[in-house]
């Protein structure tokens, strides 16, 4: 890590392109917002006190939705554009040494390789830094790079005050730039307004800077992908997809096998290990962790959820906020939500559904069931049908299940209650006074015949 390194995100602008009320950079790709893969690239580079991100069109928003602790931040209050953003970060920083990072917060493809690689430029080469330039097929609405006779760059021509044969130049300037410090600062104050946009344009530092007799060197990048900056919803579905391929081509180069890889969908910040196979269609998001030689069934969709080793999730299984221990099998079409927990070994079944409830180890609740701000211990069975009634209109209640009790199908346990340790309930009870441990509960009308 560079100790002289600053970097600089530039995510002041509303991106009008996106016809959203929400600021461009919250938008999400791959599981988190633009700007956050912006940062997380940055901080392969250098340590977040040293990462200025320049807010202004909702920034409020935007300064909350980073997650990263220690990240700085810089207020651009107009928009007047990205050379006056860049400007704008000063104040947040600490050095003026070294070298100046600047990236623009819309591209969330750029990989933390490709960063340290421009780095590397900059530093070998001095002069007044380096930034990255890649070829596009069709580069409107990118900067074009113009060489010097050297192969430095010359300038960088916007889009809208090109000539027909300046945009007709392909390699394009995504955005990326590692400019050395002392320079950049002092001839900042030199950028002036451009023609016709009335913008302070942070590209027309690279002719300022070779004016001066430090030109920036070219850090060219074959694989253009990784250089899509978003303006459109297009463009945010293109990266999306992108980043999804590059989870699952990650997690499955680590040892787990993907059925189907271009139909799953996992979040940048999921974790799973070796040995697991996802089976098609899988929604794995937010913070969720695999243990190792699980499986997934597929339709299944777990967010924010802890599966230890060994667990079968089958098919179509809804899981949020749960936790899922060693060896337990759950679904096919169960629901777990609000912090519920199946223990080791335990076995939730089809149109089971467990909210704020734990299921002791070895515990079964295989068909059909509600259970509700329950606990249950171990090695109980659950039958058919079982509903913790949890909820009386206005308050909700909880029901306490001791170890090997047995709760016949078809049963009603109305909350606040507690079955005892290896109490029996008969089915189709419907069980309003707690029940000792041991003892037969029956709670039904008589058969007539
Ligand atoms: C910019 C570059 C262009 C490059 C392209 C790559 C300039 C003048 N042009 O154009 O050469 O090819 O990116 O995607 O830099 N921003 C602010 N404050 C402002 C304006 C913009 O913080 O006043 C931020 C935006 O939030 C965004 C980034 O800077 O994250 C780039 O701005 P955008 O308007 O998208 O620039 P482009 O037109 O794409
Ligand atoms: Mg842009």
């Known amino acids: 890590m560079n100790?002289?390194?600053?970097?600089?995100?530039?995510?002041?602008?509303?991106?009008?392109?996106?016809?959203?009320?929400?600021?461009?950079?919250?938008?999400?790709?791959?599981?988190?917002?633009?700007?956050?893969?912006v940062i997380r690239a940055a901080m392969a580079v250098t340590s977040p006190d040293r990462i200025v991100v320049v807010v202004g069109h909702q920034a409020d928003k935007v300064q909350a939705s980073v997650r990263v602790p220690g990240v700085r931040f810089a207020i651009q209050t107009d928009q007047k554009g990205t050379g006056h953003a860049a400007r704008c970060a000063r104040t947040a920083i600490d050095s003026e040494e070294g070298l100046l990072m600047i990236l623009n917060g819309d591209g969330p493809l750029l990989r933390a390789e490709t960063l340290r690689g421009l780095l590397k430029t900059a530093e070998e080469h001095g002069g007044g830094g380096a930034l990255v330039t890649t070829?596009?097929?069709?580069?409107?609405?990118?900067?074009?790079?113009?060489?010097?006779?050297?192969g430095m760059i010359a300038a960088i021509?916007?889009?809208?005050?090109?000539?027909?044969?300046?945009?007709?130049?392909?390699?394009?300037?995504?955005?990326?730039?590692?400019?050395?410090?002392?320079?950049?600062?002092?001839?900042?104050?030199?950028?002036?307004?451009?023609?016709?946009?009335?913008?302070?344009?942070?590209?027309?530092?690279?002719?300022?800077?070779?004016?001066?007799?430090?030109?920036?060197?070219?850090?060219?990048?074959?694989?253009n992908t990784e250089l899509l900056g978003i303006n459109t919803r297009v463009e945010l579905a293109t990266a999306d997809g992108i980043l999804r391929m590059r989870k699952a081509t990650e997690l499955m180069l680590s040892g787990v096998t993907i059925e189907y890889p271009e139909t799953v969908t996992i979040d940048v910040d999921v974790q799973v290990a070796a040995d697991s196979v996802i089976e098609s269609n899988v929604q794995l998001r937010g913070r969720t962790t695999v243990g190792s030689n699980c499986r997934i069934g597929t339709g299944s969709v777990l967010c924010n959820c802890m599966l230890s080793d060994d667990v079968k999730v089958l098919p179509y299984v809804i899981a949020d906020s749960s936790t899922i221990r060693a060896g337990a099998s759950v679904g096919p079409f169960s629901r777990l939500r609000m912090e519920a927990e199946a223990g080791e070994r335990t076995h939730v079944g089809n149109f089971v559904e467990l909210k704020k409830t734990k299921l002791g180890n070895g515990s079964k609740a295989s068909h059909l069931a509600y259970l509700g701000d329950a606990t249950i211990g171990s090695g109980v069975n659950v039958g058919a049908g079982t509903i913790t009634c949890n909820y009386d209109g206005e308050r909700k209640h909880s029901t306490v299940i001791d170890n090997g009790a047995f709760i016949g199908s078809n049963s009603t346990l109305v909350a606040p209650v507690k079955v005892g340790e290896g109490a029996y309930i008969g089915a189709g009870s419907t069980i309003t006074k707690d029940v000792e441990a041991d003892a037969l509960a029956l709670g039904r009308a008589h058969q007539v015949d």
């Open 3 to 37: 100790q002289q390194l600053t970097a600089v995100i530039l995510a002041a602008g509303l991106g009008t392109r996106m016809k959203s009320k929400h600021a461009k950079v919250l938008h999400e790709a791959g599981g988190d917002t633009i700007l956050n893969h």
């Open 135 to 150: 070829q596009m097929p069709d580069p409107t609405g990118y900067g074009r790079i113009l060489r010097d006779p050297q």
């Open 157 to 223: 021509v916007e889009q809208k005050s090109g000539t027909p044969e300046q945009l007709a130049i392909g390699e394009v300037n995504p955005g990326a730039y590692c400019f050395s410090a002392p320079e950049f600062w002092k001839h900042i104050g030199e950028l002036r307004p451009s023609i016709p946009a009335r913008e302070f344009y942070l590209t027309d530092m690279a002719e300022i800077l070779a004016r001066h007799g430090h030109p920036v060197a070219p850090f060219p990048v074959e694989d």
